[in-house]
């Protein structure tokens, strides 16, 4: 399967700890995304990576938030002191920038988070 | 980015032909319109884009007035697993972040 992946599916955890999530990209994409996506709303934006350079950053990640894309391939997503409110699912996407269907943006299945 | 408004909701049957509208007034010159399908527990997967006028593909077909203000996504023929929930939206061919409304929730059935 050559499809984003994410791990793990599902994620449960108690309000202040630390959680990541890790994300594998199509394998010749160099842009990779992260949404977050509460129930009976779409995505979020939240930030994105042009090889190993994080590019933007949205509002919506608190400085608790942090995202790496260490040697441009994977990526991580590290919550830290996990609050109710940071329960969503994790979306993470990848696109090839400037090739021919580079408007595209490929989704993986996600992480559900739910902080209790 | 065009704020984009859409129906929160649909109906249809079993090889109907179903037509979703995203309104969206305030589209820039440069914004493209692309169409993304959710099922549950999925990521978005990108169904079709287009800029002006009429664009098919073997999924869906893209109806574009001239003045660009509104769009149309014409699911030829649903099946019940054409129930998901569709966004509309509007922004830069490339761009480097998608701005999803609340989409349309369809439920297709027997």
């Known amino acids: 399967d050559t499809g984003v992946s994410q791990d793990p599916r599902h994620k449960i955890t108690k309000r202040g700890q630390n959680v990541t999530f890790r994300c594998d990209p199509i394998?010749?994409?160099?842009?990779l995304y992260w949404y977050r996506q509460t129930l009976g709303q779409g995505p979020e934006f939240l930030t994105y990576f042009q090889n190993e350079a994080q590019l933007e950053k949205s509002r919506l990640l608190s400085d608790r938030f942090s995202a790496e894309r260490p040697k441009g391939s994977f990526s991580t997503l590290e919550i830290q002191r996990t609050e109710q409110g940071d329960s969503a699912m994790y979306l993470c996407?990848?696109?090839?920038?400037?090739?021919?269907?580079?408007?595209?943006?490929?989704f993986g299945p996600g992480t559900r988070l739910t902080v209790t | 980015l065009a704020k984009t408004t859409q129906p929160i909701s649909m109906d249809s049957y079993e090889g109907q032909e179903v037509n979703i509208t995203c309104s969206h007034n305030n589209i820039a010159t440069n914004d493209y319109i692309t169409w993304y399908q959710q099922f549950p527990s999925q990521g978005p997967r990108f169904i079709i884009q287009g800029y002006k006028t009429k664009v098919t593909n073997e999924v869906a077909s893209l109806f574009i007035p001239a003045d660009r203000k509104s769009s149309t996504l014409s699911l030829p023929r649903v099946s019940l697993s054409d129930t998901a929930v569709y966004y509309c939206?509007?922004?830069?061919?490339?761009?480097?972040?998608?701005?999803f409304g609340t989409g349309t929730r369809l439920q297709v059935f027997p």
């Open positions: 996407a990848s696109s090839l920038e400037l090739g021919p269907d580079s408007y595209e943006q490929y």
């Open positions: 939206l509007v922004g830069a061919y490339n761009t480097d972040k998608l701005i």
């Open positions: 394998s010749e994409h160099n842009r």
